[in-house]
């Protein structure tokens, strides 16, 4: 079935330090990986995704990864900072339906 | 560019009512929008996929006549919530995607609907 693990549910890193979130998809035919940020009341934001004919994007202090084989992909924030600080959501699309599924969320927070 | 707009931003309303919310793309002509239902400090549900001029595609679960989804025009996309009851409280987001070429969705920045 559709599905999309996403961990760990919260994190807190200190200021300037890294954070990875882990998530795991379902489809194997799934194709575009995006992660979203979301603070408290407001949209989701694209900060930046990833498809499957690559393994890995950058972009400043953000990057992400992925490995098709074991069906994870990750994201990766380096030098955090307290802005940093928000619920951040994988998802995958599964091409079957061009529908896009999310996973649980990581509430990151940066201890200043 | 790329901005979805949603209307109302927040609706409290009486039980056994309907509520609308309406969702545009401005800058942008949507092929596809979609509908999503976030409860506090969870993850965003898709409800329903809906394409310029066809019937809706509703997930597993979601009940069709409780929310009516309309996409009349390739920028706007109305959600109708109806004979609302206070279960039905929550945050409802739509994104937009310009076209099938294209994977990323734009979202907009979301209803919050009470209902007492």
């Known amino acids: 079935g559709e599905n999309v693990e996403q961990h760990p549910s919260t994190l807190s890193v200190q200021e300037g330090d890294s954070a990875v979130i882990k998530c795991t998809y379902s489809?194997?035919?799934?194709?575009?990986f995006p992660w979203y940020k979301q603070e408290l009341g407001k949209r989701p934001q694209l900060i930046i995704d990833?498809?499957?004919?690559?393994g890995e994007k950058k972009d400043q202090r953000i990057a992400v990864t992925l490995n098709k084989t074991a069906k994870h992909f990750s994201l990766h924030i380096t030098e955090t900072q307290p802005e940093d600080s928000a619920v951040y959501f994988c998802?995958?699309?599964?091409?079957?339906?061009?529908?896009?599924?999310f996973g649980s969320g990581t509430r990151l927070s940066i201890r200043p | 560019g790329a901005v979805v707009s949603q209307h109302p931003s927040w609706v409290i309303c009486k039980s056994g009512t309907s509520v609308k919310i309406e969702c545009r793309s401005l800058?942008?002509?949507?092929?596809?929008m979609f509908w999503y239902r976030q409860f506090p400090k969870q993850s965003l549900m898709l409800m329903a996929t809906?394409?310029?001029?066809?019937?809706?595609?509703?997930e597993q679960g979601v009940e069709k006549d409780k929310f009516l989804i309309n996409h009349a025009s390739l920028t706007l996309s109305t959600l109708t919530v109806t004979s609302a009851h206070p279960e039905d409280s929550s945050f409802y987001i739509c994104?937009?995607?310009?076209?099938?070429?294209?994977?990323?969705?734009?979202f907009g920045p979301g209803t919050r609907l009470t209902v007492l």
């Open positions: 994104s937009a995607r310009a076209s099938l070429e294209t994977d990323t969705q734009y």
């Open positions: 489809d194997s035919a799934s194709n575009y």
């Open positions: 990833i498809r499957s004919n690559v």
């Open positions: 998802a995958a699309r599964y091409s079957s339906a061009s529908k896009i599924i």
């Open positions: 800058d942008f002509q949507a092929t596809t």
């Open positions: 809906s394409n310029e001029g066809s019937k809706a595609t509703y």
